[in-house]
């Protein structure tokens, strides 16, 4: 079967501008978290959701938002972008929140410029 | 959750059996031991995931210290493949694993 789906792979922006990223979970999955992972502070939480809510959130700042659709797929937001915003952008997604085991996609690489 | 300690780093040599380490000497009761790891460039991985019982799945086996304050994660014939860093993470088992705390993990190194 499919596995998790991240598009796109790779995106420049330019500082101030704000960039959406999505995640297609596998068939079947209902939750779906995101993280961030940069060299300096490695794999951080950003949030996870279930059936279209916010089921927990990282500590980012409220630039960094998200949804989830009524068929599981997710997007994130980052508005104003900032140079430290550049960074391995990462979806996950379970059958459930209280599956053992996640999957994860290939990310998308954010550059800010 | 209670904190994870692992080593920065390890080798092994390829065809030989990986021993990865973890302390968790604040686990409670309802916490599980998971196991990902993360092949450069690559999104995690899940590997194995236990409470209390020694684990074992087509990829590793994962042995849990009677008193639960350790854990050890064998790859039993590591390949180059393996290469990639672990992460031990401890987490409570009503939470599920898509709301994970990373810590800095273990390196490994499989050499031929």
């Known amino acids: 079967k499919a596995g998790v789906t991240q598009t796109p792979r790779y995106l420049i922006k330019t500082r101030g501008q704000q960039v959406t990223l999505s995640c297609s979970p596998i068939?079947?999955?209902?939750?779906v978290s995101w993280y961030q992972q940069t060299p300096g502070q490695g794999l951080q939480f950003l949030f996870e959701?279930?059936?279209?809510?916010?089921?927990n959130k990282g500590n980012f700042p409220g630039r960094f938002s998200g949804r989830q659709f009524s068929n599981s797929r997710s997007e994130m937001n980052v508005s104003t972008l900032e140079l430290g915003d550049s960074a391995l952008y990462l979806c996950?997604?379970?059958?459930?929140?209280?599956?053992?085991?996640?999957?994860f996609g290939q990310g998308t690489r954010l550059t800010v410029v | 959750d209670a904190k994870t300690t692992q080593p920065p780093s390890m080798d092994c040599a390829e065809g030989r059996a990986a021993n990865l380490p973890c302390n968790h000497s604040?686990?409670?009761?309802?916490?599980?031991v998971y196991w990902y790891r993360q092949i450069h460039s690559q999104g995690p991985q899940y590997i194995i995931h236990?409470?209390?019982n020694n684990e074992t799945n087509e990829m590793a086996s994962l042995i849990i210290t009677e008193d639960r304050k350790s854990s050890t994660l064998i790859l039993p014939h590591a390949t180059l493949r393996d290469t990639a860093v672990y992460y031990c993470?401890?987490?409570?088992?009503?939470?599920?694993?898509?709301?994970?705390?990373f810590g800095t993990g273990t390196r490994l190194t499989v050499i031929p």
């Open positions: 996950a997604s379970s059958r459930l929140p209280t599956t053992f085991e996640a999957f």
């Open positions: 068939s079947g999955h209902r939750s």
């Open positions: 959701y279930f059936s279209e809510t916010q089921r």
């Open positions: 604040t686990i409670s009761g309802n916490e599980y």
């Open positions: 236990g409470l209390k």
């Open positions: 993470i401890v987490r409570d088992g009503g939470t599920g694993a898509n709301n994970l705390f």
